[in-house]
């Protein structure tokens, strides 16, 4: 991947930048950097995913493309923005904070990013402008001699660690040419890098995401009287172009909180999920936003929450990569605009709110751009928690997923000898547990924080004809005076002891949590009464998951036996800690089953 003068125009700059002792502008007189350009700067990062560099100009500069050539076929361009950090940026390849990464590189041919000064100046006393390109799409389209460069004014940028150009390491399946002709119709590299066909042809996608769009407006202004706005990319787009931005891959829609607080405003949010989850809609809650989906079409749109705070600025949990201010006297409404054949809302005046979000040089279009890189601000107190993405994982897991048996736990403590008639199923979910417990000829209750998992829990009861025996009802339990109410249903109306419940669910609860929980056990158990529980343990937490977007916690399993004798008074009468207990498509968790007594 090197030959002679690439390896010494690459020896030169990693002492030039590594140690900071010049000015890449000096490198050669009259401020040339080493590919001859006129523009000094360099690519930084070239991972199988993605490009990032920089270049240094004046501040009053005009707009600089950079371009990404695969041999003499120009990829993909973009524009180098100023004023961005690049010793704190967070990579892919990298840890998710604004330290420098030791994280191993994955691919032998990478090289260490250079650590930037402190000022992240880059030793230059011009402007720093920063440009990014997301490349994994590019890889089965190169062979080992095609030279790939980055490319100002024609001429290539030197890459950190190889030189004037990058070779590839392997040979790709297709070649440069047959990528050609996809670029010639219509195709491109999207935002994360694909080749795909460009959003301003896809008219089929434009319609799914327009229908998807529609439906999630009208829930949300039925039921929370918000107007459903285009925000992010596609508010771009629509002002910037008159309508979707070809590389952009996802549609982004925003509304702006009743609320001035952010807690306040991420609860609304989940509130929101919670609905579209009850009007059929796949839901993905993440910290900053909802990925909802069409279940039928697997069309999926982003919904952004945001809110003017106390002092009328506006705020964005996910961020913005601008730094002009916008404030509820910039806020004029919304209008309904033609867009991708249907219609839609739009700020009024929305290009202030634009270069709010983007910078003033908005209109320079960004392929590369990386909100990783790029964004400048973000309203932390306005992400969702860990405990509210939870609540939305299981409705909507709930309001898809049906089981039409008891689990393998159930039927081992259904079978063992002394097992009360009368359970509390504790985290039942959508009732699976708790109507096999019916069926078997128990008396049940079943709690859970999901009113979709119990709403469907009570409906199959009520199918199956065990209404009589299996109740449920909604409860938190974190809210303690709540569970306790619920704990005092079923023992007191209990003829014998009770059986309290647990399967998978210590580990998807906080510890804290889980102590309060335990002390209320502690307090409602009497003796006689019954405490069985399965979860993963530590042991478990290095193994792969089916499913993997949810909270769990790992703790050690003799730890929490020995507490149940020292700390609340059961008598441990059966404890196992292995595989083999809970198969799931071909996932074979650590588990621990225990049996105890008061």
């Known amino acids: 991947m090197r030959n002679g003068v690439n390896a010494q125009v690459g020896n030169r700059l990693r002492n030039v930048l590594a140690h900071g002792r010049n000015k890449v502008a000096a490198m050669r007189p009259g ?58 940026y967070r990579s892919a390849l990298r840890r998710d904070d604004d330290k420098p990464s030791t994280v191993p590189l994955v691919h032998d041919w990478q090289v260490p990013m250079v650590p930037g000064p402190a000022d992240d100046r880059r030793n230059s006393g011009q402007s720093i402008r920063t440009f990014s390109f997301r490349i994994r799409g590019i890889w089965p389209w190169v062979k080992r001699g095609t030279r790939i460069t980055v490319r100002v004014n024609g001429q290539p940028l030197p890459i950190y ?130 990925h909802i989906r069409d279940p039928k079409t697997n069309q999926r749109i982003d919904l952004f929450h945001t809110y003017f705070d106390d002092e009328g600025r506006i705020r964005f ?5 601008g730094t002009s ?77 049906q089981y039409t048996s008891g689990s393998t736990f159930f039927e081992f403590i259904n079978g063992w000898d002394g097992i009360p008639n009368n359970i509390i199923d504790i985290g039942c979910g959508d009732g699976r547990d708790s109507c096999a417990f019916g069926a078997a000829g128990r008396t049940v209750l079943g709690v859970d924080q999901s009113p979709v998992g119990i709403e469907h829990a009570s409906a199959h009861a009520d199918e199956v004809g065990l209404a009589d025996n299996v109740s449920f009802r909604t409860c938190d339990v974190a809210d303690v005076d709540d569970l306790g109410r619920a704990m005092d249903q079923i023992t007191e109306a209990a003829h014998g002891p009770v059986a309290f419940y647990m399967r998978f669910f210590l580990h998807a609860i906080p510890e804290d949590v889980q102590r309060g929980l335990m002390k ?32 769990r916690r790992f703790q050690n399993a003799v730890e929490f036996r020995d507490s149940l004798g020292l ?30 007594k008061r």
């Open 31 to 88: 401020g040339k950097n080493a590919g001859g350009s006129g523009v000094p700067g360099m690519v930084e990062e070239f991972s199988r995913r993605l490009v990032v560099g920089w270049i240094s100009v004046p501040a009053d500069a005009a707009p600089v493309q950079v371009d990404l050539y695969l041999g003499n076929l120009k990829a993909a361009s973009t524009y180098a923005t100023p004023d961005s950090s690049m010793s704190g």
């Open 161 to 290: 660690g190889h030189g004037m150009f990058l070779s590839p390491p392997r040979n790709g399946r297709r070649s440069v040419r047959e990528l050609a002709a996809k670029f010639e119709a219509g195709y491109l590299l999207s935002q994360t890098g694909k080749v795909a066909l460009s959003k301003r042809l896809d008219t089929e996608w434009q319609s799914r995401v327009m229908e998807l769009y529609a439906r999630t407006r009208r829930i949300v202004a039925d039921e929370f009287g918000h107007d459903i706005f285009f925000i992010y990319g596609t508010l771009l787009g629509a002002v910037r172009e008159g309508g979707f931005i070809g590389h952009d891959e996802d549609f982004d829609a925003a509304f702006i909180s009743k609320h001035t607080d952010g807690g306040d405003a991420a609860t609304e949010l989940q509130e929101i999920a919670l609905a579209l989850i009850r009007h059929g809609l796949d839901v993905e809650c993440m910290f900053t936003a909802l």
């Open 317 to 321: 949990p996910f961020g913005i990569a």
């Open 325 to 401: 201010s916008y404030t509820t006297t910039d806020w004029k409404g919304t209008r309904e605009i033609e867009f991708g054949g249907g219609t839609g809302l739009v700020p009024v005046g929305a290009e202030r709110l634009v270069a709010h979000l983007y910078g003033d040089d908005w209109r320079s279009p960004k392929p590369g751009f990386n909100w990783k890189l790029d964004r400048t601000d973000s309203a932390r107190d306005g992400l969702l928690s860990t405990q509210q993405r939870t609540k939305v994982y299981w409705a909507n897991f709930y309001n898809k997923t």
């Open 520 to 551: 209320a056990i502690d307090t409602h158990a009497r003796p006689g009464d019954y405490l069985v529980a399965e979860f993963r343990t530590d042991k478990d937490a290095v193994n792969a998951k089916v499913h993997t977007k949810h909270y």
């Open 567 to 596: 700390q609340y008074g059961f008598e441990v009468l059966h404890f196992e800690e292995g595989t083999g207990l809970s198969p799931y498509k071909g996932e074979d968790p650590v588990l621990t089953r225990v049996v105890a």
